[in-house]
């Protein structure tokens, strides 16, 4: 486990997207963007059950992240990283509120059935903007 | 080979930033942000000889490219493809300082020894945004 520095964290913690690499079954690499968290040294990631992310990771724990300052190009961060568990309930839910207030400036906007997860990913590999 | 649209075009030949994911040899993917073009229906990325996006596409060529508009989040491509073509040479240099006046609007910086590679990506799969 690579240790997240306190430039990490701004960028990991503030209003920058992210974009979350899964492996599908075959292996091949899927990318999308998302919103992104951290806590306690891990990346946190919130998404849904039964997305292609969710699938992914419970197939293969091996992802990536890639997080670049909205305002600044030339600042960004490349996160190899272990999937090391993945939390539903009531946390997820007030998880995901609070990155829609941070990211939106609002409340998340709930859809009927949707069950929200934390996935907690350990780096292990980090790569930084010179 | 899936078809590229004009929207699709405009975010890939515009100046927002892509996410490009390559495979490591044991399996494992990278990702790190960099400038993007298009082509012909292809997508291409400029990078460098000898490079760990390099080296992962020679050894296998399944990769995934996410790009977001950088004014609207919720404007974005995600797209699993496959390496056809690595082309190295005059067209490559001449490639890499267009994308440099195209995003910073000035002459790319060479490095010594440095040797430009445009990698041709074929889009298999393409998610977009609603």
Chains 1, 2 share one sequence.
Do not use: C
Request: hydrophobic share 35%; no cysteine.
């Amino acid at each position: 486990m690579i240790e997240l520095t306190k430039a990490d964290l701004e960028l990991l913690t503030g209003t920058h997207y992210a974009h979350f690499v899964t492996l599908h079954r075959d292996g091949s690499p899927h990318v999308s963007p998302t919103w992104v968290d951290a806590a306690e040294g891990h990346v946190l990631i919130n998404t849904a059950q039964g997305r292609v992310k969710d699938r992914n990771v419970r197939n293969d724990p091996r992802v990536a992240v890639s997080i670049m300052k909205w305002d600044d190009a030339y600042t960004w961060l490349s996160i190899t990283g272990t999937v090391v568990d993945i939390q539903t309930g009531e946390r997820a839910e007030r998880h995901i509120d609070e990155l829609a207030h941070r990211y939106d400036g609002e409340g998340f906007t709930y859809k009927p059935g949707q069950v929200r997860e934390i996935v907690k990913i350990r780096p292990d590999r980090i790569i930084r903007s010179d």
